[in-house]
């Protein structure tokens, strides 16, 4: 049974839900599921914006099969290449023979590495600022390389004013019904895995997504479709301003992020206590959580949140818990900067997490570590308390906290 909704008088979503997903690409736990859109312009002349993945196969070609009536596809505008967006292009175009494949010269090169190429008289290739018109609408491309593959672009419909944004403005997570932000809870429901989305999918490409928002602020924007997660019709500049950030690095929120890397629990009882004293002296936003326990995605989504981070690691194998190393290894992937950080190491005979701590965060940009490390020999001890409190000051005095 089709399940098609309408958009505009004339714009279809046709795409469809995957609940059986447990690691979007293989890696990140997503157990909302998630949503593959894909949207079809009835216009004088038909246009598809992308496919999807092969999971929904079914859904997608009886959606659109119902949202054709037996009309031709005159366009299928291919905006990205990843398989979860590409997967069916070979059967689409088996089926539809009267199709042109309107894409730029990358992804038209990609789409013959993943299936044949598609034969020139069926290939329309545009570049930066080119234009389709399909009868009333004019569809203008503009290219978005890295955000968050090299061949990736969006486009702008000047007459809908709306935006097809591919994988920009994305978010995890299966459709429940809805299929505009506004009509749910978005902030308290759906921004964690929109933040996740983000840092994990594009977080490393803060400056090419700094240059597409300069390309998109000349677009009068009224509406985003994005390729996961729900649409955007209004408040659009709030989630505008939530790219703005986290692609300029900038956190979101003044708040301290302790994380920690325990074997046997001294360390998680020392950042315990970091939390609690933080607490005490009047820190509202403390976030505390075990890496051992928690999905690195997770963990680095909110190393974006957070300005201030408190790292606490046990010594192993002479450096640091392997957690901890795998989160420390991710954010400087991921290209995570202008953070402060405060460091607590344990080692019952020889303590180093925090000196291996300390090489990896000069790796990264503009990371400060603010005081000594806090540094533990298999257990905190009461005489340490006055360290602790000492680095819980210099982070609040970081912090420039008024409390």
């Known amino acids: 049974m089709h399940n098609i909704r309408k958009i505009t008088n004339d714009l279809y979503y046709i795409g469809g839900n995957d609940r059986k997903l447990s690691l979007f690409e293989n890696v990140y736990p997503v157990p909302q599921g998630v949503s593959y859109n894909s949207y079809l312009l009835l ?4 246009a598809l914006t992308d496919t999807a993945d092969s999971a929904i196969a079914p859904q997608f070609f009886e ?13 299928l505008i291919v905006h990205h290449m990843e398989p979860d967006h590409c997967a069916l292009i070979a059967e689409l175009l088996r089926l539809h023979t009267e199709t042109t494949v309107v894409t730029n010269a990358k992804a038209a090169k990609m789409i013959g590495q993943f299936f044949d190429p598609v034969p ?18 004019t569809l203008r491309f503009v290219m978005a390389p890295m955000v968050h593959w090299p061949e990736a672009m969006i486009s702008y419909d000047s007459t809908s004013h709306i935006l097809f944004s591919a994988d920009a403005f994305g978010t995890f997570g299966a459709l429940n019904g809805h299929l505009y932000a506004d009509e749910m809870d978005f902030s308290q ?24 928002l300069k390309k998109a602020a000349g677009l009068d924007i009224r509406m985003i479709c994005p390729l996961h997660g729900p649409v955007w019709r209004e408040n659009l500049e709030w989630f505008i301003g939530k790219y703005d950030r986290w692609s300029r690095y900038e956190p979101e929120e003044q708040g301290v992020l ?14 315990e206590k970091m939390a609690a004293t933080l607490a005490d002296k009047g ?42 190393e795998h989160l420390l290894t991710e954010m400087k992937l991921h290209n995570l900067q202008q953070r402060s950080v405060a460091i607590i190491e344990n080692g019952t005979w020889a303590p180093q997490s925090g000196k291996a701590m300390r090489e990896l965060l000069a790796q990264m940009k503009q990371m400060t570590v603010i005081g000594d490390n806090l540094s ?3 257990a905190m001890k009461a005489t340490q308390q006055e360290d602790l409190e000492i680095l819980a000051d210099l982070l609040i005095a970081d912090m420039k906290y008024t409390v």
Not at 43 to 46: I, L, N, R, S, V
Not at 123 to 130: F, K, N, P, Y
Not at 199 to 211: E, R, W
Not at 260 to 265: A, F, L, Q, R, V
């Open 120 to 137: 020139a008289g069926r290939l329309q290739t545009v570049s930066e600022g080119e234009t389709i018109c399909t009868g009333r609408h």
């Open 376 to 378: 533990l020999n298999s």
């Open 43 to 46: 216009d004088e002349k038909t």
């Open 189 to 212: 429901e759906w921004l964690s895995e929109a933040r996740r989305y983000y840092a994990n999918i594009v977080g490393k490409y803060g400056l090419q997504v700094q240059a597409l």
């Open 283 to 324: 820190i509202r936003r403390i976030a505390l959580y075990d890496a051992s326990h928690t999905d690195v995605s997770h963990l680095l989504a909110e190393a974006f949140r957070y300005s201030h981070m408190v790292l606490a690691s046990a010594t192993y194998n002479a450096g640091i818990f392997t957690p901890m």
């Open 63 to 75: 959606n659109l099969n119902e949202a054709l009536q037996g009309r031709p596809l005159d366009y």
């Open 258 to 271: 302790i994380i920690y890397g325990s074997i046997y629990g001294h360390t998680a009882m020392a950042a």
